[in-house]
């Protein structure tokens, strides 16, 4: 990559409402330890009827159109494991919403959680070659398991909105990646389902697999050695699948590496779930919130995504990161969410499953400007307020 591109803002939103996995351990009669130590999770962000993977995208996005403008906009990729089409892309939805030019071209991309390491790759391979473009990817999923299945604690819902530019001023990324696919069956979702088919055990097995692979391979490819990486982000399903991925990469490069290096970027998905293909941007978005010595430090991006696609890649930091910082609003959307019982959440859990052969109208109950209104004639609408 000749010019420096990487990552000019970052902005992250999640639902407005909000579950205590400490009352979903009373109602289950399970440890709460379980959640809060075994698992690493606090909190889960639940939708409500009017959220989805459209209006979160959007309420990420609109902070960065804001701040930064629309001026050489030309692409908006939009990663999701849980879109809401099987043809259209979520992402013109998105593009209404926002208002961007007729000019942006959009696509949606898909590999379960991994689908936006890719959106950003080809995002800054394009404005490397085209400086004076920038892009927007989009990571948005509502992380939807089967009702009292080992999987329900790590429900979230949420999405990360990236600038993609020249002379980024958060961070550079840099130029090697390592990658490793293999065809597993640990996590899919076929066509006719809502929630996922999941071998729990048997995708962080895979993960750590994808992982070391997709590390021989950044290696071979000219990546940092593990000392010259300053801290971590990894695929969040769980907080604790950090502190796994680290010690797996500790042990197959045969070196020390503390959990200092991932504490903060743990910080919002312990509090939010998984979010699927954001998982990996919220765990930077903590990173960079609650992290003051960054500037000038290499960040080692863990990227993985059952069935499975694994990448590593690094980011170089930018002197003046902290003040592109957003932690106060991430911080604030966090803590105005509406907290809901175990009954609310579980009569919420396939409130937003729809066939498209009904015509059903959503009521506006969250305070966001994006809602999902409902559907007319087989077609998803969209307001801003
Ligand atoms: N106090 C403290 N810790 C406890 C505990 C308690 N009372 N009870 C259990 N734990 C710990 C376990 O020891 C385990 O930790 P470990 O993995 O470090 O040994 C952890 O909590 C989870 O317990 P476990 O019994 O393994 O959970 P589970 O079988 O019910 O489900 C998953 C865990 C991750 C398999 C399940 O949530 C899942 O399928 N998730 C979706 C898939 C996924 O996220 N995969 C990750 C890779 S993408």
Not at 314 to 329: H, I, N, P
Not at 364 to 369: A, I, K, L
């Amino acid at each position: 990559m000749s010019a420096r591109v990487g990552l000019h803002d970052l902005s992250v939103a999640t639902t407005s409402l909000v579950l205590e996995l400490d009352d979903l351990a009373a109602a289950t009669g399970i440890d709460p330890a379980k959640y809060r130590l075994g698992l690493g999770q606090q909190q889960m962000s639940v939708p409500a009827p009017d959220e989805d993977p459209v209006t979160l995208a959007a309420a990420a996005a609109e902070p960065v159109l804001t701040r930064h403008g629309m001026d050489g906009i030309r692409t908006l990729y939009l990663a999701t494991e849980s879109g809401v089409d099987q043809s259209k892309s979520a992402g013109v939805f998105v593009h209404r919403l926002l208002g961007l030019p007729s000019t942006c071209r959009v696509v949606e991309l898909k590999q379960a959680c991994y689908g936006a390491t890719a959106g950003l790759r080809a995002a800054a391979d394009s404005i490397a070659l085209r400086p004076d473009e920038r892009a927007l990817v989009i990571a948005t999923d509502v992380a939807r398991y089967q009702l009292d299945s080992p999987a329900e604690a790590t429900q979230g819902a949420g999405a990360a909105a990236m600038l993609v530019a020249a002379d980024p001023a958060i961070a550079e990324l840099e130029a090697p990646c390592g990658i490793s696919t293999a065809d597993v069956d640990d996590f899919w979702r076929p066509n006719d389902r809502s929630t996922p088919l999941v071998d729990g055990k048997r995708s962080i097995d895979a993960y750590l697999d994808g992982v070391a692979a997709a590390w021989d391979d950044f290696r071979l490819h000219g990546g940092a050695e593990i000392g010259q990486i300053d801290r971590f982000c990894h695929h969040q399903p769980f907080t604790r699948m950090a502190a796994k991925a680290l010690a797996g990469l500790a042990e197959h490069t045969s070196t020390q590496l503390a959990e200092d290096l991932i504490v903060a970027s743990t910080t919002y998905n312990r509090r939010i779930g998984n979010t699927y293909t954001a998982s990996l941007f919220f765990a930077l978005a903590g990173l960079l919130d609650h992290d003051d010595e960054l500037a000038g430090k290499r960040i080692g991006m863990v990227s993985y995504g059952s069935g499975s696609v694994s990448e590593v890649f690094s980011l170089r930091v930018a002197d003046g990161y902290r003040s592109a910082g957003r932690g106060a609003a991430t911080l604030a959307g966090l803590n105005a969410r509406t907290p809901v019982d175990v009954e609310r959440y579980r009569a919420l859990h396939d409130a937003g499953i729809f066939g498209s052969d009904a015509n059903i109208t959503v009521e506006q109950t969250s305070p966001g400007p994006f809602h999902f209104c409902g559907i007319e004639e087989g077609a998803r609408r969209y307001r801003r307020d």
